[in-house]
C-alpha cells in the first residue's frame, strides 16, 4: 500500500507569503495528525484530524495556521502569512485507529526568509 | 502533563558495539511508550512500542527496549551496531487510550546515532 505523502517535499517562501502543505495519508486512515520540527528541536504536534472533523487542535501555535481535511481524506495545512520562525520541517502521520501506530510521511520542510 | 527527556543528541559507536539510547518520561497516567527512527531523506518509522504489556519490547532491526516504570526509562539497546543504524532516533509517549481525549505523540529531542567502521 501507498504511505502518506506530503508535497511538496521544499518550500522556500518571503515573510510575508502564503503557503499550503498537502498531505495525503495513507487509504482508509481516519486519523490524520500534524506536526512541526523547528530548528532541530523536538517534533511538536499541531493537530489532529478524525476524518474531518479536529479532534485536537491544541498545538497550533496561532490563528495564522489554518487546517482543512475536506471529505476526511487529504489534508492541508495553510500558513498566512508566514513570519520567520515557522521555517522548519512539517510531519503529516496517519493511522487506521486511535493510539495505533501512527504512519509518517517524508515531511516538507518550509523556509521562510 | 506528559514529557520525554533524551539523553545526548548525538551518540558515536563502533560498527560491531553495543548501541545504548536513553529516554526518561514523565507521565501522569502509565504512558504508552514509542522509538522512531528517521533515515536521511525518510519519514519517521515505528522502531518498537511499548503498550503495558511485557516490558521487554523487540522492534525490527535487532533492536529492543526495556521499560522500567521505577526508573521511567524506555531505553533503546542493540547489541551490535552495524552501519545502516547511523540515523536520527525519537522516543515518544502517549497516554493510554481513555486518559485523555488525545492521541497525540509527545518526542523528545532526537538522538542521532554516528555508526564508525
Known amino acids: 500500500e501507498a504511505g502518506v505523502t506530503q508535497f511538496p517535499s521544499h518550500s522556500v517562501i518571503e515573510k510575508g507569503q502564503t503557503v499550503t502543505l498537502r498531505c495525503d495519508p495513507i487509504s482508509g486512515h481516519d486519523n490524520l495528525y500534524w506536526y512541526r520540527r523547528v530548528m532541530g528541536k523536538e517534533i511538536k504536534f499541531l493537530l489532529h484530524f478524525v476524518k474531518e472533523s479536529k479532534q485536537d487542535e491544541s498545538g497550533m501555535p496561532n490563528n495564522r495556521f489554518l487546517a482543512e481535511r475536506t471529505g476526511g481524506t487529504y489534508s492541508t495545512l495553510k500558513v498566512q502569512p508566514a513570519e520567520l520562525e515557522d521555517s522548519g520541517v512539517y510531519f503529516c502521520a496517519s493511522s487506521q485507529d486511535r493510539v495505533g501506530e501512527q504512519y509518517f510521511g517524508p515531511g516538507t520542510r518550509l523556509t521562510v526568509t | 502533563a506528559q514529557s520525554v527527556t533524551q539523553l545526548g543528541s548525538h551518540v558515536s559507536v563502533s560498527e560491531g558495539a553495543l548501541v545504548l539510547l536513553r529516554c526518561n518520561y514523565s507521565s501522569s497516567v502509565p504512558p504508552y511508550l514509542f522509538w522512531y527512527v528517521q533515515y536521511p531523506n525518510q519519514g519517521l518509522q515505528l522502531l518498537l512500542k511499548?503498550?503495558?504489556?511485557?516490558?521487554l519490547v523487540k522492534g525490527i532491526n535487532g533492536f529492543e527496549a526495556e521499560f522500567k516504570k521505577s526508573e521511567t526509562s524506555f531505553h533503546l539497546t542493540k547489541p551490535s551496531a552495524h552501519m545502516r543504524d547511523a540515523a536520527e532516533y525519537f522516543c515518544?509517549?502517549?497516554?493510554?487510550?481513555?486518559?485523555?481525549?488525545?492521541?497525540?505523540?509527545?518526542f523528545g529531542t532526537g538522538t542521532r546515532l554516528q555508526v564508525f567502521p
Open positions: 511499548y503498550t503495558s504489556a511485557a516490558t
Open positions: 515518544a509517549v502517549t497516554p493510554p487510550p481513555g486518559a485523555y481525549n488525545t492521541d497525540k505523540l509527545i
